[in-house]
């Protein structure tokens, strides 16, 4: 009897969990046995591994060869463990020494002719090998950039089962590669394209220099999609922690590309209302995959005539809103998936949505019933809500042009930093992020400046969680006038921001 181990990495969204590959190769049945949970692909794995390895010169053991996947009980799925099988069950066979294979995570689906095909998710299985002690990696040469982005591993690409079967004999060597360098920035769409809408351009830099959730309500031509499409070229580059954070996720998600396997900019995600709740929040069979939410993670997450989305998808938003996370239960376990994104909700103020509001033909109560698609819950989470003016009444207003999206994106960059250095003990990186308890508590504003506060919460204009976001946005609007701490015209002015709705 012969017994050999190599690694591979379980993916739970995008934490991993290491798993023990052993191969038993004894006396007993000719038969190939797979231990330890596997789906369907996983399960076919066994036919698909014996024809590589017989396509790649080598014969498939004539004994039986018993396979466990440990923690045995732990859910395996997809095609990835391919690779670590068909070495494992070689180095037990001794058709190839085992040596190297003790601590080396093997990562890749194998073709029948023997090509390493690539696989989702390598970043984050790499990241959570790492965080296990293991130091030495080989995956598909197709997304060897991707894997060279985790530092501390020693990261060896592979085209075929042939050249890693030679590396771990000692005749040949595998592909190694350099971190990719960050991709040089693209250049967005201006703010100064938007005709007009100042109080809409100013609410844009506020919710960038804050990470703030954005309403904008007008008829439709005002410039809501415009200036949505700018926010996330506000924003300022990601950090590596950040950037590694937002990579993994599309790697889930299979949205990188070899040419780009490193995610360095916010990402900006545009919904139609015909989208599915699963697409939304994530969702699939098995395991369930990364929606458009985590997609957003660290950027703009927007959603165009948002009222027609339904009410089972807008308040799927909630949990996420709050707690910048998405938790996926489906029959193979919890998913959780990050979703710290902004928000930006843009919609009409009617049905029948006229150039100017004088001339709606909506009856009350169909206006009534369009404006209550977004419940009172979820627009309490959002910070900022904007009411867009007619074009025809900005002709001739703007005494000089329109600030260019470099100029107000050097002036979020100001105020982030400035929210970043007081926050850095703590960890949050935005006001938006900064916990209701922590602003009434260590950073508590005197009671003169939060008077408004008292009163819009006494007459219950206003909820408890109301008034956090508005202390929020009194944060943002002092680092934007670059003061060490709110007055009581930011908290008014914050008020007000919740106040620009339309009835």
Known sequence: MALARTWSVALSGVDGVPVEIEADVGVGTVKTQLLGLPDAALHESKDRVKAAVRNSGHDWPSQRVTLGLSPATLPKNGSGYDLAIACAVLAAAKTIPGERLAGTVLLGELALDGRVRAVRGVLPALLAARRAGLTEAVVPADVLREAALVEGMTVRGAATLTEVLSWLTGEHGLHRTTPPAPAPPRDG???????????????????????????????????????????????????????????????????????????????????????????????????????????????????????????????????????????????????????????????????????????????????RRYQSKLSGPLLDRVDLRVVMRPLTAMSGIEVSPPEPTATVRERVHKARTRATERWSAHGWLTNAEVPGPALRREYALPRPVTAVLDRALTTGALTGRGADRCLRVAWTLADLAEADRPTADHVAAALEFRERRKS
């Open 189 to 367: 769409p201006d703010l100064a394209d938007v005709i007009g809408q100042p109080e809409a351009r100013w609410a844009l830099e506020v919710a960038a220099a804050g990470g703030h959730h954005i309403l904008l309500t007008g008829p439709p031509g005002t410039g809501k999609t415009m200036l949505a499409q700018r926010l996330a070229g506000l924003l300022p580059p990601l950090s590596q922690e950040e950037a590694l954070g937002v990579t993994a996720v599309h790697s889930v998600a299979g949205l990188l590309t070899p040419e780009s396997p490193l995610v360095t900019t916010p990402p900006f995600i545009s919904l139609h209302h015909s989208t599915s709740t699963a697409a939304l929040i994530g969702g699939g069979t098995g395991m369930a995959k990364p929606g458009a939410m985590s997609r957003a993670h660290r950027g703009v997450l927007f959603l165009d005539e948002a009222r027609e989305f339904g009410a089972a998808k807008l308040e799927a938003l909630r949990t996420a809103l709050e707690e910048g996370e998405v938790r996926l239960a489906r029959r193979d376990g919890i998913v959780r998936y990050p979703a710290r994104f902004q928000l930006v909700l843009a919609t009409n103020p009617c049905p029948c949505a006229p150039p100017k509001d004088i001339d709606c033909v909506c009856l009350p109560a169909a206006r």
